[in-house]
């Protein structure tokens, strides 16, 4: 039986593909991680493994995907709108531990905060160089992370369980994590996404009219009067 937010994964991909304006470029369901079934089972192994307690926060919106990849585009004249998401396990992302040793005491400072991210979204299909992380922090929720290759790691000021809410609302629209971002007119990957996002939000809207896209519209555009008029 589908947890609940597996079921809203495959009601937005079904909503894209009985979309007329848009085409699906992949999409793979991989296996469910049954060993992981329940949210409290896949924490409780990450528990033992991280040999500390994990956050509540982490169980919301839980799906069994080991892999889940699902990537679109907009066809003529809006071919360069385009969205994908690639999920992983939260079990499995915590698992695999961060991505180096985070032990050592040599690199930069950003060496070393990127060496702590736990992947648990990418975007293979549009080679965009971009995925989301978490990173853990002690006795506190999960910090959030976007990497891009064009800027590198920007903090994304939103919860795990929001993050994959807004994924679903934008349907994986290309770099809508800068949507929670700070706003800043030096973040060269924000301020170029912009035009983008403006775009893509504009088609979105068109193409699914019961979706409110209303706090998404505001936070565009606070980061556009501050990028642009700080830039």
Do not use: C
Request: hydrophobic share 35%.
């Amino acid at each position: 039986m589908e947890t609940e937010y597996e079921s809203r994964l495959r009601e937005t991909v079904e909503q894209v593909q009985a979309n007329g304006s848009m085409r699906t470029e992949k999409y793979e369901r991989g296996p469910l991680a049954a060993y992981m079934e329940h949210a409290e089972d896949a924490l409780e192994i990450v528990r033992i493994v991280e040999d500390g307690p994990l956050p509540e926060g982490l169980t919301r919106n839980f799906h069994r995907h080991s892999r889940l990849f699902f990537a679109w585009r907009a066809l003529e004249p809006f071919q360069a709108i385009a969205g994908e998401f690639h999920l992983v396990h939260i079990g499995e992302a915590l698992i695999r531990g961060a991505r180096k040793d985070t032990t050592a005491t040599t690199g930069s400072e950003l060496e070393r905060l990127v060496n702590e991210f736990r992947i648990f979204e990418t975007h293979p299909v549009g080679g965009t160089g971009t995925y989301s992380a978490l990173r853990l922090t002690p006795n506190q929720e999960p910090e959030l992370w976007y990497f891009d290759l064009r800027q590198g790691p920007s903090r994304l000021h939103i919860s795990y369980g929001d993050y994959l809410d807004v994924m679903l609302l934008t349907k994986g629209l290309y770099d809508w994590q800068y949507l929670f971002a700070e706003p800043d007119p030096d973040n060269y990957g924000m301020r170029v996404s912009l035009p983008y996002l403006r775009d893509g939000l504009n088609f979105l809207a068109r193409e699914f009219g019961g979706d409110d896209l209303a706090g998404l519209w505001l936070r565009w555009e606070e980061r556009a009067r501050v990028v642009v008029e700080e830039s």
